[in-house]
């Protein structure tokens, strides 16, 4: 007998522990709202219903987490728990000195701490805030260069995180003796999660190695990256995603790494490389700011649920139904006329905001606008990833972003079916007012990495 199909993609979990959900009136969460400044940050999270704010540490850890946790060995130097965690992260990425971290930024810090510095340049698919921020930080400009297509949010292509090569060979050759290395985002979430193929890695490599140049990973969604990869690329259909994982980091000479994204930790981060003196510059550096190498600013004990995670985030059965429930959500948004990015991407679906709200000027936050309108409505909690997030510029200017987009992010492994279903009911009752919303103004904002912490007032 054939193997039965079945349409509904169901979790491939059943529920060992909930946690409850607290249920509020929309007059609650609008006058919670207005004393968080408009600001989805400022929220306390128990006024929150479906938190879609990030898909960063917010998921739901397995039984064996739980139980690797129990493992943990809290030795402050060589913990067998950092060895665990070293090889299961080798296993997938197999570079030479592998440095946990408390978190992906602080892999950056260090990285782009010995790196960096004015004058140097990084190019990026599309640097993600944090690692634009820490790149500009040291005073080095970083430059994103994601092909065309990346662009438009309504073409569907399969790869919109891939590179643009010619560019990048373009700044190569004029600017190469300020380039330390390049970066690639696998998915590039602030394009949209959207992923690059395995084509692409290796022609940029190819563009990377003639110019004498490092290739390093932002790996946050790197299982995601090889699902889609299975998926959609020619030649790759029918492979084992760690073996394409694996693939990937053939490419590259390092990386950085937020633990809390598909290696499914709640924390946890680490940068990997090949290159010695590199590592041990950032080894010194992660001792003054993290703690001693072999725990980096972690406890053992989320080294082994990393550890474990990371076993967990290749899964098949996992990333089918990871892949398929987001785009579940994606299409019902697009059934309704929400205009999104197209196609979904792999952790997250993003409302292309500018087109749904087109009567509010982008330095007005139509993103920002669209984010509020839905937690006032139904207590969902999403992010802003637009001209609020990106629009000042490194000379204090203001730009209108390349995007105005609402990222509805899905924590792992967190939300049934039916909580998703009430989104898209939530979103179904915003869109209906949509032409009434108003647009935002920053009445107060941080020098840096603005979105956090900005407040708001309405046009
Ligand atoms: C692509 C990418 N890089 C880096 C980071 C930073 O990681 P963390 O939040 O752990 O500092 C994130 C977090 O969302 C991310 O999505």
């Not at 987490?65 to 067998?80: L, M, V």
């Not at 330095?363 to 984010?371: C, D, I, N, R």
């Amino acid at each position: 007998m054939s193997e039965p199909v079945f349409r509904t993609v169901i979790e491939p979990f059943r529920i060992h522990s909930v946690e409850p959900l607290r249920m509020t009136t929309a007059e609650h969460r609008r006058a919670a709202i207005h004393a968080a400044g408009y600001n989805l940050f400022s929220l306390h999270a128990q006024d929150v219903l479906i938190d879609l704010l990030t898909d960063s540490g917010t998921g739901a850890m397995s039984r064996d987490q739980w139980a690797a946790i129990q493992h943990g060995d809290e030795s402050y130097a060589g913990s067998p728990s950092f060895f665990i965690f070293r090889d299961a992260v080798r296993d997938l990425f197999p570079y030479q000195h592998v440095i946990p971290t408390h978190q992906g930024r602080a892999a950056e810090k260090i990285l782009f701490g010995v790196v960096g510095g004015p004058g140097k340049v990084v190019p990026n698919n599309t640097h993600f805030d944090t690692t634009r921020a820490n790149i500009e930080f040291t005073g080095a400009d970083a430059v994103d260069l994601v092909i065309e297509e990346g662009h438009d949010p309504a073409l569907p292509h399969p790869f919109k995180g891939n590179m643009d090569v010619a560019a990048l060979d373009a700044l190569l050759r004029g600017r190469g003796a300020d380039v330390p290395l390049v970066m690639i985002t696998v998915t590039n979430n602030s394009g949209g999660g959207q992923p690059v193929s395995l084509e692409n890695m290796r022609a940029v490599r190819e563009v990377c190695r003639a110019h004498g140049k490092k290739l390093f990973m932002d790996a946050c969604r790197f299982a995601e990256n090889a699902w889609f990869i299975r998926q959609r690329e020619p030649g790759q259909s029918g492979r084992d995603v760690a073996d394409i994982v694996r693939d990937m980091a053939a490419c590259c000479d390092g990386m950085t790494m937020s633990a809390k994204k598909d290696p499914m930790g709640n924390i946890g981060g680490w940068l990997a490389l090949d290159d010695d003196d590199i590592a041990q510059e950032c080894r010194n550096l992660l001792i003054l700011t993290e703690g001693f190498v072999t725990y980096g600013g972690l406890a053992g004990r989320d080294l082994e649920a990393i550890a474990q995670g990371l076993t967990e985030a290749i899964s098949h059965d996992y990333l089918r139904y990871r892949i398929e429930s987001t785009a579940y959500l994606a299409d019902a948004l697009g059934k309704l006329g929400i205009p999104c990015i197209k196609p979904a991407g792999g952790h997250a679906v993003y409302i292309d905001a500018r087109a749904m709200l087109p009567h509010i000027e982008p330095l007005e936050f139509p993103g920002q606008s669209l984010a509020v309108a839905l937690y006032e409505t139904g207590g969902v909690r999403s992010c802003e990833i637009g001209s609020v997030m990106f629009g000042r510029q490194h000379d204090g200017s203001e730009q209108p972003a390349a995007m105005e987009l609402v990222r509805l992010a899905i924590p792992r492994r967190t939300y049934t079916q039916s909580h998703i279903d009430y989104v898209i009911e939530v979103c179904e009752q915003v869109l209906a007012s949509a032409a009434d919303l108003p647009g935002y103004r920053i009445v107060s904002e941080p020098p840096a990495l603005r979105h956090f912490s900005a407040r708001f007032a309405r046009v």
